[in-house]
DNA sequence: GTCTATAAAGGGATAGAC
DNA sequence: GTCTATCCCTTTATAGAC
């Protein structure tokens, strides 16, 4: 891995668990194994490299939600897909998320027009599957942003809310390894039965 | 409103939107409209004064939900009362959560040690009616911990992810007002359809 | 209690040797 | 490309007058 690369990397760490401000370029040299002024020899500023890192995080967020809504699966594969692929990431990387939320609620205008990728996704397939089903009677009326909004809620919340969630509920490590392990079933079962008509 | 109450609100906003290392001393101060030493004079350090705001903003969540999680009402009535409160307060104020979330995630430990106040919500009342109603096939066996997460989930984490669900979905600023007036009959419908049995 | 002035430390950025 | 040394601005914190 060329030397770049590993500055980008520590630098993407450093930011995820630590924000602009909170992580520091002598820490982000540390990590890379570097020194401070290469950082500045390869990426100039502290903003810049941040930038670099936003836009390379948040843009992996993206192309997933665009391949599941203009997927041609049928509906009911479509949600579960997203539910494994969603839990399973998030479950193994709580900070990624927690950082593009925060990245994009700080700065929304930077990222519509700097950070999101290429086309947006656009969700007529998924919208067209829905009016069909509902349709042919097979799920209830729900409005697309709704079920949308449902499903990634109920797939990342639990995550970033960890600690109140243990807290609130008396949960212990075990009990959350238990709880997690069952998650992906029971987003299932609950998006699913919603839907009923 | 005496000059220390005014500081600490003054502190509170510039924590709430910038975090720790983002909110400046010297911002505080002018928020407040005193001087920097001020400052120091009533909260000693940045990091009391940070950690003042966290105690008071953290724990404002958890009696709502001790309060919720305890109290006699209805099954039923408990989880609709809960998502108007979550909503309505939610919708209205973005950053508290995510500053709620940021902060339980990056220090856990000095979370449940030193910012949780008070007795832990019990969630036994709640369990034992969930388990009534289970038993009298008013719902679906569901375990407390996922209704809870779920409930949570579908009424905070839109208004976190605000900017990507309007850019996936192609929604402009009236069609998210459209969204949010009718978020709260959304999730009730969903959670009480979900729980049939 | 509140201010001005200033100390002290931290951290981003650059110059210049190799 | 990579390093050492250093500049200099920002920011926290304190001293001391009023």
Chains 1, 2 share one sequence.
Request: glycine content about 4%; some cysteine; aromatic content about 8%.
């Amino acid at each position: 891995m060329g030397t770049e690369q590993r500055i980008f990397e520590a630098a993407r760490q450093a930011f995820i668990e630590k924000g602009l401000e909170g992580a520091k370029m002598q820490e982000i040299a540390d990590r890379a194994g570097i020194n401070k002024a290469l950082l500045h020899y390869y990426f100039r500023t502290k903003e810049k490299l941040f930038e670099a890192v936003t836009k390379q995080v948040i843009g992996r967020v993206f192309p997933v939600l665009r391949n599941m809504l203009e997927s041609d699966l049928p509906l009911e594969e479509k949600l579960d897909n997203l539910i494994d692929l969603y839990v399973d990431t998030v479950s193994r990387n709580t900070f990624v998320p927690l950082f593009v939320i925060t990245e994009m609620n700080k700065r929304p205008d930077n990222f519509l027009a700097n950070i999101v990728p290429g086309p947006l996704p656009k969700p007529q397939k998924l919208m067209q599957q829905l009016e069909l089903a509902t349709a042919e009677g097979r799920i209830r009326p729900i409005e697309p942003a709704h079920l949308i909004s449902n499903v990634l809620a109920m797939c990342v919340f639990p995550f970033l809310a960890k600690p109140m969630l243990c807290a609130v509920m008396g949960m212990d490590h075990q009990q959350w390894l238990h709880y997690v392990n069952g998650r992906k079933a029971e987003v299932k079962r609950f998006v699913h039965d919603a839907l009923r008509p």
